[in-house]
Structures are given as C-alpha cells and as structure tokens.
C-alpha cells in the first residue's frame, strides 16, 4: 500500500482529511504537487508536522464535515482510515463535501481495514442504523466505545459510483484501497 499510494496522487494538488499524525502523508507527499493535510485534532497536526518537518505540506486543522477549504482547489484526495470512521448515515454528506472541493476528473483515494476474524478487534455492538462499534481498551485501563464499520466492495462501490468513475478496488490482506476520478 505504501508503494502503491504515491504513483497514484503524483503530480496532484491534494487535499487529506483526517491527516492524523501524518503516517500516510510522508508516503506520497513527495511524490505530489502539494498537499493541504486537514485533521480535527491539534495533537496529532503536531505530530505529523514533526515527523516531516521538510515536507512541502501545509497542514490545517479543521473538520472533515464542513471542509475549511475553496471550492474545486484540489485534483486530488485522500483519507486513510477514515472511511470506517464515518456513520453510515453521513457518508452522502461527507462525499458532497469532499468532491465540492475538488476539480472534476479530480483523483480519490481511500484506504481502511478489512474486518478479520481473529484478528481484527470484535465488533461490540451495532446500532439502528447498521454502524458498528468496537470496545478499545488504552493501556491506562481505560475502554472506549469507537464506531468501526466495515463497508463491503459493493457498498463502497455503490457510495461513489454516482459521482465518479471507479479507477480500481484493491484488497489486501487486512486492507482495502479504493481509488475513483470525480466525474467532469
């Protein structure tokens, strides 16, 4: 997935939602005309800028709900492990922010976990709507309730498919990628 990434984004204006600490960011930053790498969470855009202080990388806290960027500034797009993070019930929405900020024929980009039985962490609980949760325990003793749902290929496929023309759907192991241009 790390060597895959780059040649995707090359060349390309990219906006990342849900940067997190950066760990994808420093695969493909290179590789791309520019990044704005968007993240909620003070702490972790912290992070990230410390762990590539060279990378050309503007990174911007924000909300990945209500996108603090202009309308059609990128040709590219990226969320790692974001997508699983999304109620299901949001995704139309948080699409429709995206692809706004996006030029058509613009390229997207996520990567997320496969559910694996015996190795992934159990699924909780579901609630009304199909989300699904998982328990995490921290190593203070704490255990937080994380929604974690777990898309098929074809719910995937149908999400993004009236906008875009899919470019590949790949799974690994624990992982899948998917990767689609924003209808012109």
């Known amino acids: 997935m790390e060597a895959w990434l780059p040649g995707v984004l090359a060349g390309r204006h990219v906006l990342e939602v849900a940067c997190g600490t950066g760990y994808w960011t420093q695969f493909y930053a290179a590789a791309a005309a520019g990044v704005v790498a968007l993240d909620g969470a003070v702490e972790t855009l912290r992070i990230a800028a410390h762990r590539q202080p060279d ?93 974690k749902n777990f898309p098929s290929r074809d719910a995937l496929l149908s999400a993004v498919e009236p906008h875009a023309r899919i470019s590949e759907y790949r799974a690994w192991q624990h992982f899948w990628a998917l990767s689609y241009s924003l209808r012109t």
């Open 55 to 147: 990378a050309p990388v503007r990174w911007l806290q924000g909300d990945a709900y209500a996108l603090p960027v202009a309308d059609k500034a990128f040709d590219g797009a990226f969320a790692g492990f974001w997508w699983s993070h999304i109620p299901l019930g949001r995704i139309d929405a948080f699409l429709h922010g995206l692809h706004r900020t996006l030029k058509p024929g613009a390229q997207v980009v996520f990567i997320d976990n496969l559910f694996v039985p015996g190795s992934s962490t159990p699924i909780a609980e579901q609630d009304a709507e199909g989300n699904t949760w998982q328990l995490r325990p921290l190593a203070d003793g704490s255990v937080h309730r994380v929604l």
